[in-house]
C-alpha cells in the first residue's frame, strides 16, 4: 500500500508534461504561466521534503503520512476541477506539499517495518523500482489520458488511491516516532526549507531563462547564504534538524551524491526523449506515451535484479554495474536521429537505459537509508528524496539548457531537425558521461562490504532501538567517514 501511494506521489511529477498543451488551450495559459503548472509542483515538493521529514519523525510517521495523502487528494480534486490558471497553480503546489509529507513518512515506514538486513534490501529494492516506475509511466498515463479522454483526468485518477490509502493503512501499519523527549528545531527547519526553496527555485528559473539573469542569480546566492547560516545553527542547535554526525555517515553519504547525479540524468533524459519524438520523430502524445511503456518493463526487470545482486555481490559492484548499464543506454538513445524506426532507432537504447534504472533505483535507497534508526528514519528518508528533486531540477536546467544553445548553433548549418537532434544527442552524452563519473566515484569512495557484514555495507545493520539520552547509537558509527 504504501509503494502504491509512491507510485501516485511520483507519476505526478511527470504526469503533467504531455497534457501542459491541452491545459493551455483549455484555461487560457500564456508561456510563463504554464511552466509553473510544473513547477509549483517541484518547488513545494523539493522544498518542504526536510522539514516534513523530521516532523514525521517527531509527531508520528503514520500520522503525518496520513496527513499529506489527504492534502494531497484534496489538491488533486481542485486541480482537476480547476477553472482558472492560478486555481491549477495553486493546486500543484499544495500538490507538492502533500507528496513532501507522505513520502518521507512512507519510506520511513517501510525501513522500520522490515529491520533485517536481507528483508529491508528487497523491500526498499520494490519501493525503489516503483518510484522509478512511477515517473516513467507518468508520461504513459498521461498520453492515454489526454488523447482519448480529457486533462482533468491526471488529477482525478489519484482520489481512488487516495481514499483506499486513508481507509487501509491506520488498519495495516502501526504508529511509530522518536522515543526520546526531542523538539523540533525551528530556526533549522525555517533555514533549511528556506534554502532548498530558494534553490529548487532559481534551478527552476536557469531552466527557463538561462544562468544569468536576476531571477537566477539573486535566488542562488540567497541559497548558498542561507546555507551557511543553517550549517552554523545547527553546528549549535540543542536537536538539530539535521545532525551534521548524520551527515558524514559514508555509505548515505555517497548514496546521496550518487542520487544528485542519477537524478540530473534521468530527469534530463526523460524531458529531452519525449521532447524528441513528438518534435524530431513526429509522434503524437498519444503515441508518445505508449512508446515508454517498454521502459516500464525494463525497470520491473531491472527492480527483480537489483535486490538479488545487492544481497550476493554487495551494494559497490551493482552501483558500478548499473551506472555502467544506464551510461550506455543513454550512449545509445542520443543515437537517435530524424527518420529512425521505433523498433530499430528508440527501442533498444529505451531498453537498456530502463533495464540500468531499474539495477541503480532500489540500490540507491538502500545505500542512502542505509543505518537509520527510529530516531532519524524520516530524515533520512527526506534528504534522499530533497536530493532527487533537487539533482531532477540541476538536470533540467543545465541539460536542456545545453541541447537548446547546440541546437541554435546547428541550425544556420543544418535543418532544424538535424539541428534538434544535434542538441539532444549532446545532452544526453553529457548525462551518459554523469554516470561514467558516478560509476567511478563510487568505485573509490563506497565500502566493499556485503549487505550481511554489517557496518559500512551496502545494506542497512539489524538496528537497536535508541535510548533516551543517546548521542550516538552504536550502529550509526561508520568506520571510516568522509
Not at 513547477?39 to 499529506?68: C, E, K, P, T
Not at 563519473?437 to 568505485?443: D, N, P
Request: proline content about 5%; some cysteine; glycine content about 14%.
Amino acid at each position: 500500500m504504501l509503494c502504491f501511494v509512491q507510485f501516485m506521489l511520483v507519476l505526478d511529477d511527470t504526469v503533467v508534461n504531455v497534457a501542459l498543451p491541452s491545459i493551455r488551450d483549455a484555461l487560457g495559459f500564456d508561456a510563463t504561466g504554464l511552466a509553473w503548472v510544473v513547477n509549483a509542483y517541484f518547488l513545494a515538493f523539493g522544498g518542504l521534503l526536510l522539514l516534513f521529514g523530521r516532523a514525521a519523525d517527531l509527531l508520528g510517521r503514520r500520522r503525518v503520512f496520513l496527513i499529506g495523502v489527504g492534502l494531497f487528494g484534496a489538491a488533486s480534486l481542485a486541480c482537476g476541477l480547476a477553472q482558472e490558471p492560478w486555481q491549477l497553480v495553486v493546486g500543484r503546489f499544495v500538490q507538492g506539499a502533500g507528496a513532501a509529507m507522505a513520502g518521507p513518512a512512507a519510506l520511513s515506514l517501510i525501513t522500520l517495518l522490515f529491520p533485517g538486513t536481507e528483508e529491508r534490501t528487497k523491500a526498499l529494492g520494490i519501493w525503489g523500482g516503483i518510484a522509478g516506475l512511477g515517473g516513467t509511466l507518468g508520461l504513459v498515463v498521461s498520453g492515454a489520458l489526454t488523447g482519448l479522454a480529457s486533462w482533468r483526468w491526471i488529477f482525478l485518477i489519484n482520489l481512488p488511491v487516495v481514499l483506499v490509502a486513508c481507509a487501509l493503512l491506520p488498519r495495516l501499519v502501526p504508529e511509530s516516532r522518536v522515543t526520546r523527549g526531542a523538539r523540533l528545531d525551528v530556526p533549522g527547519a525555517v533555514l533549511g526549507t528556506g534554502t532548498v526553496l530558494l534553490l529548487v527555485y532559481g534551478l527552476l528559473q536557469a531552466g527557463e531563462s538561462g544562468w544569468t539573469g536576476v531571477s537566477v542569480v539573486a535566488p542562488m546566492f540567497a541559497a548558498v547564504g542561507l546555507a551557511a547560516v543553517f550549517l552554523v545553527v545547527e553546528a549549535h542547535a540543542a536537536d538539530p534538524l539535521v545532525p551534521l554526525p548524520f551527515l558524514s555517515f559514508r555509505t548515505r553519504a555517497v548514496g546521496n551524491g550518487m542520487t544528485l547525479l542519477f537524478s540530473a540524468a534521468f530527469y534530463a533524459m526523460a524531458f529531452l526523449l519525449m521532447i524528441h519524438m513528438q518534435t524530431v520523430l513526429g509522434y503524437g502524445p498519444l503515441r508518445a506515451g505508449l512508446a515508454y511503456l517498454p521502459y516500464g518493463a525494463g525497470i520491473l526487470a531491472g527492480m527483480w535484479l537489483s535486490s538479488r545482486a545487492v544481497i550476493k555481490l554487495g551494494m559497490r559492484p551493482t552501483l558500478v554495474l548499473s551506472f555502467l548499464v544506464s551510461a550506455a543506454g543513454l550512449l545509445l538513445l542520443s543515437r537517435v536521429a530524424p527518420g529512425d524506426g521505433y523498433a530499430a532507432g528508440v527501442l533498444p537504447g529505451m531498453l537498456v537505459t530502463s533495464l540500468g534504472c531499474g539495477l541503480s533505483l532500489p540500490a540507491l535507497t538502500v545505500a542512502a537509508v542505509t543505518g537509520t534508526t527510529e530516531e532519524d528514519a524520516g530524515l533520512g528518508s527526506a534528504l534522499f528524496s530533497s536530493v532527487q528533486q533537487v539533482g531532477g531540477a540541476v538536470g533540467v536546467a543545465v541539460l536542456v539548457a545545453l541541447a537548446a544553445r547546440r541546437t541554435d548553433a546547428a541550425v544556420d548549418s543544418a535543418g532544424r531537425l538535424h539541428a534538434a537532434t544535434d542538441g539532444f544527442s549532446l545532452a544526453l552524452t553529457v548525462a551518459g558521461g554523469l554516470l561514467v563519473l558516478g560509476a567511478a566515484l563510487i568505485a573509490v569512495l563506497l565500502g566493499d562490504g556485503r549487505p550481511d557484514a554489517g557496518g559500512d555495507s551496502g545494506a542497512a545493520p539489524t538496528q537497536r532501538r535508541a535510548k533516551p539520552g543517546d548521542e550516538s547509537v552504536d550502529a550509526e558509527r561508520d568506520p571510516s567517514p568522509l
